[in-house]
């Protein structure tokens, strides 16, 4: 009883004290603002209760529960019934809520946010109880002995930690949304609010990036399909604000130089936050469960999500056009060979590869109001983001060579054209070599391997945080468009006494006998290629079904051989160079950090 009335008791307050903070803005009297603040404070500390109390309900097996019954069983291990707090809608928004309170404490302990600014911060809080209370997380069921137990899918480390460092990167790009709309708040906006979202627009970044990266790393060593990007409309949820929030990040550095580009900036902030609460609206309505296998089903309370993250993000633009003209202005220099072209031009390349899969995402919900439901095929992303995903190559391959204003060595001209053209031609004849024809597909490769050189030869003139981040980027898409476009043969595999070696890819294969484990939940199916171990794993039910079939992969530096069990059907191929795809990610995500840490020590 005590979580069921602090969670509550939480959202009331949250709730409440939104309401209370509102006046503020007019008469911020100190004594008011202290009993707000205490209100506020108590709401964190019943968020922190009551979540509390929903993690010992699921490690204490309370069927009585809804939730615990669906997503949590008694032979679940302790990391997988910990992972069953976010497995599930409810959950999942409680962990939303608790994040976000948190950081809100730390806000209004340190005095880190101005009124105007924390109170949008707590309007998104307030936003987040009202969904709350319509997904219920304490919801009663009948008691019963044991429960569902969690999807076999989920039942693997990368989605223990995947969920909640999505929710991180949620939680901290309401920071900048929070900041913009409190600049427009206040009677005269200032640029001091680019300082201070700049820090958490990186960390933003960096937490949903990292969690994208997990996902598709879970994707790609689980599911048995051979890649670890689908296109899904989840997943675009997740994608297309880390888009716009890397043409935020772009466009805050240029904003700090440059008043022009404060208006772009305040938008953008906007527009990000406003991708996400639209991203939460189509995953959990149940609009796209006809479409995805990881949408939520729908329910009653899909109108009051509509409403609640449409008035916001709607709240949110007229704001942003009621103040527009208020905004400092200045002109951006607009000499295409300076740093600043290509920080707005790299702006605009990522705010056009998001528009690309926004329209992709929202065709399913589009069509569906229209009467004529229908999706995008996979086709349309693969073809639409290779134009602007080339031109994001070509901008890299600039980006070190200019500084501010234009100026630049010319002693160094010919060296730089040199090494980049040399390694463009090393690309191009990579991608022959791995029979590559399409002319972008050669153009990005070739783009991205000069970005690599030219960063290389002037890692002086950039900061070691964009270096690496710009360095990171070209890998990793040389390694999307390797691993997904090469030419890869599928090949079917049949074993029998005849032939218990095959011959694939010029290599032995060969099939070396099964094991259960002890418990009797996993069987192994061991084979060898060219003496190298390949190791299928089969998760069994309690009963000793099949729940779930993981492939085995032989990594190597050429590529990955890629053996699974397909619907009976034994299939194995090659994934050329795939492994630069993961190395692009940590390079990302360490030269994120490394720009984290520059900033706070501003």
Known sequence: MIGVFSFFLACLLSITAFAFYLPTLENPTKKYSAIVNKIYYLAVVCTVVSAAFF??????????????????????????????????????????????????????????????????YVLVQALLAVLLLAKNPFML???????????????????????????????????????????????KPKNDWVRQALPWALFAWLSLGAGIFMGGYWAYKTLGWGGYWGWDPVENASLVPWLSGGALVHLLYLARTYSGAQRFAHF??????????????????????????HAFSGDKSYSLLAGGIFIVIGLALALFLFRYRSLPTSEIPNKAASREFILAAGALLFYALALLVFIGMSTPFVSTLLGSPQNVSLTFYNHSILLPTAFVMLSLVFAPIY??????????????????????????????????????????????FAAVVTHLVEYRRISLAATVSHIGIAVMVSGIIFSSAAAS?????????????????????SYEGAAMDEDHQQVQYHFALSGKPLVLLTKLT??????????????????????????????ISFKPLIFLVGLGCILITIGSCLALIQEARK
């Open 268 to 293: 953008t902030a906007i527009i990000t936050f406003s991708f996400i609460l639209y991203g939460t609206f189509l995953t959990r309505s149940g609009v796209l469960s006809d479409f995805s296998v």
């Open 403 to 448: 500084v501010w204003n234009g100026a630049q060595s010319i002693g160094r001209c010919r060296i730089r054209f040199v090494a980049a053209g040399t390694a463009f031609l090393l690309g191009v004849g990579l991608c022959l070599i791995y029979g590559l024809w399409q002319p972008l597909y050669i153009a990005i490769v070739g783009f991205s």
């Open 489 to 509: 043969v599928q090949e079917g595999v049949v074993f029998s006494e005849e032939k218990p070696v095959l011959n694939v890819y010029n290599r032995e294969l």
């Open 141 to 187: 069921a009948p008691l019963q002995a044991d429960g569902a137990g969690l999807n076999p899918l989920l039942q693997d480390f990368w989605m223990v930690i995947h969920p909640p460092v999505i929710f991180i990167g949620y939680v901290a790009f309401a920071v900048p949304f929070a900041y913009t709309l409190g600049n427009l708040l206040c009677s």
């Open 542 to 571: 309690a009963d000793g079904q099949v729940a779930l079939k993981e492939p085995g992969i032989l990594h190597e530096v050429s590529g990955d051989f890629y053996l699974a069990d397909q619907n009976k059907n034994l299939t």
């Open 55 to 120: 993690l010992q309900a699921i490690l204490a097996d309370k069927f009585q529960y809804v939730y615990v019954l669906n997503h949590s069983s008694r032979s679940l291990g302790f990391w997988y019934k910990v992972s069953a707090f976010w497995a599930g809608q409810e959950g999942s928004f409680l962990l939303w809520f608790l994040l976000h309170g948190l950081l809100g404490a730390y806000f209004l302990k340190k005095d880190k946010m101005n009124r105007p600014t924390f109170l949008i």
